[in-house]
């Protein structure tokens, strides 16, 4: 029963390095670096161009050591879907693209196990209320005139099933 001891980084998909932040943390405890950052690009590959949570464990006597990777900010998956470098810097006045309905459902499904919506609907909606703050179109329209298409039932065809276990 060794002593584990956790490290939480933050990643660029598929890009880390034996540099800072990881190397300096984990190189003290005898780990072999270069291997650890390797399971991290390998877990990390399919985010790659956004920063990812990552957790690593590691058993202090053993040197074992396990990668958990997080999922990233839901302004990281909206701006990967619409291909932007960033937010706008001026948001209700300029927009940087506009989103599918279903580009939002997908990310609603990316990050519904950190949502606190019981719902798709309602992670929808969530996904909608960052589209607001990021200055990002859905379907053409102001987020805040989908938010309320949604709630009209307008959406349900893409809504419906999925997710929507008894009591969500």
């Avoid at 309602?122 to 709630?151: D, F």
């Avoid at 959406?155 to 276990?165: F, I, K, R, S, V």
């Amino acid at each position: 029963m060794g002593e584990k001891k956790t490290f939480k980084f933050l990643v660029e998909g598929g890009k880390a390095t034996a540099g800072p932040p990881i190397g300096p943390s984990l190189g003290p405890l005898g780990l072999n670096v270069p291997m650890v950052v390797a399971k991290i690009n390998e877990l990390t590959k399919e985010y790659a161009g956004m920063r990812v949570p990552v957790e690593v464990t590691v058993d202090v006597e053993t040197k074992e050591f396990e990668v958990k990777v997080g999922i990233p900010t839901t302004s990281a998956l909206i701006i990967k879907e619409l291909g932007a470098e960033k937010g706008s810097g001026a948001t209700g006045h300029d927009w940087i693209g506009s989103l599918t309905m279903e580009q939002v459902v997908k990310i609603a499904k990316i990050k519904r196990p950190q949502l606190m919506a019981k719902t798709l609907k309602a992670a929808v909606k969530e996904i909608l209320g960052t589209c607001v703050s990021m200055g990002v179109l859905v379907e053409g329209k102001h987020p805040k005139e989908v938010i309320r298409e949604v709630n009209e039932g307008l959406w349900d065809h893409l809504l419906a099933g999925e997710g929507e276990e008894a009591g969500g």
